[in-house]
């Protein structure tokens, strides 16, 4: 017997069912369906066609593979904005080329104990979820919510409440796709650039430039923050003049990465520690290996000293130009100095890491200086070679912060002293320019220090409703728990609820908590992640080579 429906429910059309489609016994049903799609073991994930695969080998010799999501055009468009990274081990792979939409994930949990030689079920559910989240299964991700929200617009002062909250926090803003016309300029001239020989004039040039700038600024002959008589023009011009010594420094990014083979998607502006700045997509230069990672990381510092050395000698050379090509220079070098510092997460951070091959070096090595601070193990003797690199970045990081907070008051005292003085003298116009400059310096301290008050306020407010729950039991059965015989005898509810003497009270948060990992494990490597680098599993997921999986990238 067949039923056909003429009206249909809400979750029914949800389903997809439509009027007139015939129901019956071996329908399922709605919350049948959706019971079926939300249980992970029936779950039969379909690999999507054509994602791009790059077999490489670390520094250690221990293989890896490093996947492409095919989004945003062909290997051979440039259009990769969409792209999404993740690295797997070989085993992980022959996993994943299983996934042909035919096999449950039970099924794959079996055919992984085939292929490496052991029952791993948190793997195979992991390698499942870190392609679905990077956009390798046919099912793919959907923002329900997109929609909605570009119908409901927000009013504009909820708006420019957001835009400068995400300028505050250095969010970026893509432009354009720029890989046409980085291929253009490689293919014009930049490509000699990576040749030996002029490898080699670029390094006199820039030894040559540096030497010049050092003797300039010993002999005080320069201004840096004064134009023109005028420290608000002469700000002015600093910030234009950075944005240029940005600029080139993604350029050098840029054309080392189209050296590599790979494409640059995409360009942009963002605001970082208040101060304009540009930025170029290199996360495709994942997929070419680590010399090509390296040499793409040092060819942003690079090409700022060589204009900034060349800016010097022009300087020496025309003396006319030799105050525009001081002030330059010393953008370049600014931005060099700033970009080269092992212990931000910028250039010299990733051309050490990369070197290392030691993945979240900066979280980790915060982490255990932390923890050794509190007294907490692993104590340095206790750790093997990684986490002795590890331990001793982290040691070096702390006596850099003490050796920076003295370079900066130097410089602060020696130079920025006259152009802070003179901006706030000059009138209305510079005072506003010099606290818009402040602000934006102080802006990611700032945030986040918010983000901390707001933790610990969500924390005390948490622990007060506890409290405030824990304080208003019942008066009727806590005077029926009192009027027991002899005062010993209780109910079975209260003895459900009595708590040993002296024991402390559990918070509700948690009474579900996972138990706290060991103190020697890797599970203390958390890292904040960048926005744009190639999303894999944290660092503390193991492989199936038993390291820990690379968590950082060098995007810049």
Known sequence: MTVVETRISVWEALAGRAPGQPTGPADPGVWSAVAERHTPARAKPHLRAGIEESHLTSARGVAYVMLRSPDGGSANTGRARDACYLRLSPDELALAQLM??????????A???????????????????????????????????????????????????????????????????????IGFLYKAGGRLLFTRVVAV??????????????????????????????????????????????????????????????????????????????????????????????????????????????????????PPAAPWAFKLSFAWYLNVLFNLNPFLALDGYYLLM?????????????????????????????????????????????????????????????????????????????????????????????????????????????????RRFGAGEPRGPRALQNSAPGGSRRPAWARSRARPAGSARVPASNWSSPVPPSPTSTSWSRVRWRRGDPVTRPAWCASGSGRAEWSDSPTR
């Open 111 to 181: 055919e992984f104990a085939r292929i490496s030689g052991r029952l791993a079920p948190d793997q195979v559910t992991r390698v499942v979820a870190d392609l679905a989240g990077n956009r390798m299964l046919e099912e793919l991700p959907v923002d329900a919510f997109h929609r909605l929200q570009r119908v409901h617009r927000r009013p504009w002062p909820v708006r420019l409440g957001r835009g400068l909250l995400a300028a505050a926090q250095g969010r970026r803003v893509v432009l354009a796709n720029v890989d046409p016309v």
């Open 201 to 318: 004039l670029c390094g006199l040039v820039a030894l040559a430039g540096l030497g010049v700038f050092v003797r300039n600024w010993i002999r005080a002959d320069q201004q840096i923050f004064l134009t023109g008589n005028s420290y608000t023009t002469g700000a002015l011009v600093l910030l234009g003049l950075n944005v240029v010594a940005l600029a080139c420094h993604e350029l050098g990014h840029a054309l080392a990465t189209k050296h590599a083979g790979r494409r640059v998607p995409a360009a942009g502006f963002l605001v970082y520690f208040g101060i304009p700045s540009v930025f170029v997509d290199t996360t495709d230069v994942w997929m070419a290996g680590r010399r090509a990672r390296l040499v793409t990381t040092a060819a942003g510092p690079i090409t700022g000293l060589v204009l900034a050395g060349t800016a010097q000698i022009v300087g020496l050379l025309y």
């Open 354 to 466: 990369d070197a290392l091959e030691v993945p979240n070096l900066r979280a980790r090595g915060l982490a255990w200086v932390i923890a050794r601070l509190r007294r907490r193990p692993p104590r340095f003797g206790a750790l093997d070679r990684e986490g002795r690199l590890v331990a001793a970045y982290g040691m070096l990081a702390m006596v850099w912060l003490v050796i920076a907070v003295n370079l900066a008051y130097r410089i602060y005292t020696d130079r920025v002293t006259g152009l802070v003085v003179g901006l706030w003298n000059t009138g209305w116009t510079a005072r506003v320019l010099l606290v818009a400059v402040v602000a934006g310096l102080l802006a990611p301290v700032g945030y986040a220090l918010l983000g901390w008050l707001g933790k610990r306020w969500r924390g005390l407010r948490e622990r007060f409703t506890e």
């Open 100 to 109: 042909d939409g035919t096999r449950t994930v039970a099924r794959l949990v």
